[in-house]
């Protein structure tokens, strides 16, 4: 074969390598680029507003840190990513506006999944007890020896509305939207709520006190603080009407047989209950729901509440500790914010509806319930050294100072 017969198969080969360098996309020929031609401000799927956002906020977020960390710009909490499965509005911005990568999972294996993709960068999961209790029970779920990609169980933290702990941890895993005092009180804002719907003034008004009772049952006159009786009476002597939005359903005869007290037409849509309760000069309870938002938000529009005692100790009756009331949070507070009034006293019902009526308030928001204070107690808690005192309750369960399991750190 001849010098030149050998080069031919070199020659294309030299010619395929340019054709291939020059043709080929930019992911080839500059593969130092790595232009994925993606915009991270947006998702790559949108289902709008009303449907699945979770999808596109996972995108966006999970877009943003590895770019970021590509980059090497994040911010100064981007880095400390927390997966949520109880998306409480108030948490979700707290967390956003401290900077925090935040992932939503709709059940636990979809958590085990982004857990997978984002450890050791994941600080903290918010979950409910049920479903810590459902990953200790799934083999690829909890960190143990046999499956150390698992979670460790001092990471997720269990949202709950009741005093008791929700996760074998016990209380300090326990997050409440109240402080009880055993619990880590995570708290929440109704400031973003109440700011959407304007202050009225008192004298556009109406007369009208708003009773909470989404259901009849509320009203049942064995279990219910007022007898029908008091806003007959409280009509009478103050001149004022009670509204409410109930769901009657098949006991029409549990609601009041006052013509005094007026059902808006069932439970109310959220503008609809917004609007009548800024229109009103107070907000009464009858004894249930306990412990609900709504005199937060009525204390933020201007509109005092009248908090059912529904026991107390006789022998000491002023004693607030050893008060139960509808809404025991508010227990120190006192008029012309909140009026408390031991259950059947018409007298006392009156004076506090009166009370109410001539004494009109401004926007009321607690420290507690401010959006900063929200940000201060989610710093401290993700920043807490949980490990640390997750091996001190192993090590007591070691030496059975203390019953449970023992779980992998």
């Known amino acids: 074969m001849s ?35 993606m915009d991270l401000v ?3 799927v949108d289902y709008g507003e009303q449907r699945h956002g979770w999808i596109a906020a996972n995108q966006r977020a999970a877009h943003a840190l590895w770019s970021c960390i590509e980059r090497g710009d994040c911010g100064e909490n981007q880095m400390k990513v927390v997966i949520l499965m109880i998306w409480a509005m108030s948490t979700i911005r707290a967390l956003e506006s401290m900077g925090h990568t935040v992932l939503y999972a709709v059940d636990v294996p979809a958590a085990v999944q982004l857990y997978h993709l984002f450890d050791p960068l994941v600080k903290i999961l918010i979950m409910n007890g049920e479903q ?11 960190k143990s020896e046999q499956n150390p990609a698992g979670i460790p169980i001092w990471k997720m933290f269990a949202f709950s509305f009741w005093v008791n702990p929700a996760t074998d941890l016990g209380n300090q895993w326990t997050l409440s939207p109240e402080d009880y005092g055993t619990n880590t009180f995570l708290g929440y804002s109704i ?10 003034p008192h004298a556009k008004r ?16 064995e279990k219910t603080a007022w007898p029908t009786d008091f806003f007959e009476a409280a009509a009478a002597e103050v001149g004022v009407e009670f509204v409410t939005g109930t769901h009657v359903g098949d006991r029409p005869d549990l609601f009041p047989a006052s013509k005094h007290v007026h059902n808006l037409g069932g439970v109310l849509t959220q503008s609809d209950f917004y609007g009548n309760l800024s229109h009103s000069v107070a907000l009464l309870g009858v004894g249930d729901p306990v412990t609900s938002p709504t005199p937060y938000d009525a204390l933020c529009l201007g509109v005092p ?29 006192d008029p012309p914010f909140v009026y408390h009034v031991k259950r059947r006293d018409r007298a006392a019902f009156v004076a506090a509806v009166r009370g109410a009526v001539e004494n009109p308030i401004s926007s ?7 959006m900063q204070s929200v940000e201060k107690r989610l710093e401290d808690i993700i920043n807490r050294d949980w490990r640390k005192e997750a091996e001190a309750i192993l090590e007591r369960r070691r030496t059975g100072a203390e019953a449970g399991y023992l779980f992998t750190l």
């Open 364 to 370: 009321h928001v607690l420290d507690r319930m401010r």
């Open 132 to 142: 810590i209790q459902e990953c200790c029970g799934i083999d690829y779920c909890l």
């Open 305 to 333: 509440f009248i908090n059912p005692v529904q026991m107390w100790d006789p022998t000491s009756p002023d004693d607030r500790t050893r008060w139960s009331t509808q809404h025991d949070p508010l227990k120190e507070l």
């Open 3 to 37: 010098p030149s017969s050998r080069s031919r198969p070199i020659l294309c080969l030299v010619l395929l390598c340019i054709v291939v360098f020059y043709f080929s996309p930019s992911s080839v020929r500059g593969w130092r680029r790595r232009d994925t031609r």
């Open 191 to 200: 400031e973003a709520q109440c700011e959407l719907r304007p202050f009225v």
């Open 206 to 221: 109406a007369k009208q006190i708003y009773i909470i009772a989404k259901y009849v049952t509320f009203f049942d006159q």
């Open 42 to 44: 947006k998702p790559l």
